[in-house]
Nanobody
Framework: QVQLVESGGGLVQAGGSLRLSCAAS????????MGWFRQAPGKEREFVAT???????RYADSVKGRFTISRDNAKNTLDLQMNSLKPEDTAVYYC????????????WGQGTQVTVSS
């Protein structure tokens, strides 16, 4: 079984920064993709950023240029550096793992709250 634990959420003023981290434990995988998603109150969960096993990165248009995703395969960790935060970034942020070849994400963390005040 895989466990994902997010940390680093909190309350920040608009324009500020936060760094989220996700630690994976349990099974190890020779290759997998990792991603960040978020869900705001009353809204569907949405894609934020992903990084493949080969370090290819992709971002949602809403965060491009402000957020940076990175991974450390040796430590099985995933980070999300969030700069120039906006109130609309307020959400619960989840990290997830997608086994290569699968279309859906297979494992999810419990989420960490990010609140951006105006």
């Amino acid at each position: 079984q895989v466990q994902l634990v997010e940390s680093g959420g909190g309350l920040v003023q608009a324009g500020g920064s936060l760094r989220l981290s996700c630690a994976a434990s349990g099974r190890t995988f020779s290759s997998y993709n990792m991603g960040w998603f978020r869900q705001a109150p009353g809204k569907e969960r949405e894609f934020v950023a992903t990084v493949t096993w080969s370090d290819r990165r992709r971002y949602a248009d809403s965060v491009k240029g402000r957020f940076t995703i990175s991974r450390d395969n040796a430590k099985n960790t995933l980070d999300l550096q969030m700069n120039s935060l906006k109130p609309e970034d307020t959400a619960v942020y989840y990290c997830a793992i997608q086994l290569v070849g699968n279309t859906a994400y297979d494992y999810w963390g419990q989420g960490t709250q990010v609140t951006v005040s105006s």
